[in-house]
């Protein structure tokens, strides 16, 4: 049972590439989230997602899209990557319970770094 | 829209002593608190948890209360130990929206 699990663990990109960031859990949850730290700034989210086909905005969406076709996977894209994605990268899930809010699982996390 | 405020920022205290963690939350509907600990280069890892229908929960060395009233909840770690170095989040969530709002969060120290 690995629980959520991301890859690459780290890259660096040069302005304007592209990538996808993938992010995998065996654990039959319902909810996907993909967040962004930087420094002093917490954890702010990217997108998310409630079910599989669905995807919705956080805090924090532009110059990122994302994608579940299967339940179990996630993913992250950046279409063109800018200086200003430069951060860690946590994929989180959950279990989809409407009566109760559960706690997120999170990833090793995906440190991007982009020149 | 929602935020969560988390203070102090950072936090040094000696081995034995104990350390508290404050958040404030702004959306009076938010009815889950979960703490989380992340240890430098490593994920957050949940610690303890509170619901809205509860003031105060323990585990062990650690405790969390909510003041539902003043929409603010607290993470106390007593008897601290060097390995409770780490950064704390605080987060709340609203049943039905799916989405955490995290605390910037708090760096501590602990000093053997």
């Known amino acids: 049972n690995a629980g959520v699990t991301q890859t690459p663990k780290f890259r660096v990109l040069k302005t304007g590439q592209s990538m996808t960031l993938l992010c995998a859990q065996d654990?039959?949850?319902?909810?996907m989230y993909w967040y962004r730290q930087d420094p002093g700034m917490g954890l702010r989210l990217i997108h998310y997602?409630?079910?599989?086909?669905?995807?919705a905005k956080g805090e924090v969406p532009d110059g990122y899209n994302v994608s579940r076709l299967k339940k179990q996977n996630f993913l992250l894209g950046l279409e063109s990557a800018a200086p200003s994605q430069t951060s860690v990268y946590f994929c989180?899930?959950?279990?989809?319970?409407?009566?109760?809010?559960?706690?997120?699982?999170f990833g090793d996390g995906t440190r991007l770094s982009i020149l | 829209g929602e935020n969560v405020e988390q203070h102090p920022s950072t936090l040094s205290v000696q081995e034995g002593d104990s350390a508290v963690i404050k958040c404030t939350y702004s959306?009076?509907?938010?009815?889950?608190f979960p703490w989380y600990k992340q240890e430098l280069g490593k994920r957050p890892q949940l610690i303890i948890d509170?619901?809205?229908?509860?003031g105060e929960k323990k585990d062990q060395r650690i405790a969390v209360t909510l003041n539902k009233t003043a929409k603010h909840f607290s993470l106390h770690i007593t008897e601290t130990q060097p390995e409770d170095s780490a950064v704390y989040f605080c987060?709340?969530?609203?049943?039905?929206?799916?989405?955490?709002?995290f605390g910037t969060g708090t760096r501590l120290k602990v000093l053997a």
């Open positions: 989180a899930s959950s279990y989809g319970d409407r009566g109760q809010n559960q706690p997120q699982h």
């Open positions: 654990m039959n949850h319902e909810y």
């Open positions: 997602s409630v079910g599989e086909g669905t995807t």
């Open positions: 959306d009076s509907a938010s009815n889950y």
């Open positions: 509170i619901r809205s229908n509860v």
């Open positions: 987060a709340a969530s609203t049943r039905g929206t799916y989405k955490y709002i």
